[in-house]
């Protein structure tokens, strides 16, 4: 079945704990982003990456770092989590037509 | 910014009724697309319209595109309760590889 997974689904952590959200894709897609959804503000995109070892900043970059080591891993690094980063987080991985597919989510909080 | 707006915001029809949502954008774009987002879930490809296309249908659902006004609209016909979710459009660049930005959404509650 094509999906794009994520893990951890439901995260609590406190500030400045570093951790990785971590996204894979079994489709071959080369496009793959990271978005966070708040109320009211919508999807935003924090990274991006056009291929292997090819990554640009989205919109909202500031507190993340990614990588892309592999074509089907994309993982989400907090190196020191601060509560405005309590978010919805979604990876989505892109057909060349431009249709996305998205992960399940992860929810995470940070006290 | 090419951003999609959605409008209305929020939307509540009774079971069976159509759905009418509309999204605007501001510059040219290659292909616009809407998604469906269940509550906290991830959201789900619906269906993609190409700048050169002005509607195009899939079972329940029917987008037009009117590149001249920036706008589309997404019909859902006979509603359905489990057609209560969050509708985003989303707008394509020239490129496969532009950025995909989303519109704010409507949610769509349809009461049985």
């Known amino acids: 079945e094509a999906q794009v997974t994520q893990n951890p689904r439901y995260l609590i952590t406190v500030t400045g704990k570093k951790l990785t959200v971590t996204c894979s894709q079994n489709?071959?897609?080369?496009?793959m982003s990271w978005y966070r959804q708040d109320p009211g503000l919508g999807l935003r995109q924090i990274y991006y990456?056009?291929?292997?070892?090819?990554?640009d900043k989205g919109d909202v970059p500031e507190g993340y770092k990614v990588s892309r080591k592999e074509k089907r891993n994309f993982p989400l690094i907090l190196e020191s989590p601060s509560p405005n980063q309590t978010s919805l987080y979604f990876c989505?991985?892109?057909?060349?037509?431009?249709?996305?597919?998205f992960g399940p989510g992860t929810r995470l909080t940070v006290l | 910014s090419q951003q999609g707006e959605e409008d209305p915001q929020a939307l509540s029809i009774q079971e069976g009724e159509n759905a009418t949502m509309n999204c605007s954008y501001k510059?040219?774009?290659?292909?616009l697309q809407w998604y469906r987002q269940n509550s906290g879930r991830g959201l789900v490809h619906l269906i993609l319209?190409?700048?050169?296309?002005r509607e195009k249908h899939s079972g329940r659902l029917r987008v037009t595109l009117d590149t001249s006004k920036k706008s589309s609209s997404l019909l859902i016909t006979a509603s359905r309760a489990a057609d209560t979710a969050s509708y985003f459009c989303?707008?394509?660049?020239?490129?496969?590889?532009?950025?995909?930005?989303f519109g704010p959404g409507t949610s769509l509650s349809v009461i049985p």
């Open positions: 989303a707008t394509g660049g020239k490129t496969s590889y532009d950025k995909v930005i």
């Open positions: 489709m071959n897609h080369e496009y």
């Open positions: 319209i190409r700048s050169n296309e």
């Open positions: 989505a991985s892109r057909t060349s037509g431009n249709e996305q597919f």
């Open positions: 990456s056009m291929n292997v070892e090819v990554t």
């Open positions: 510059t040219s774009i290659n292909n």
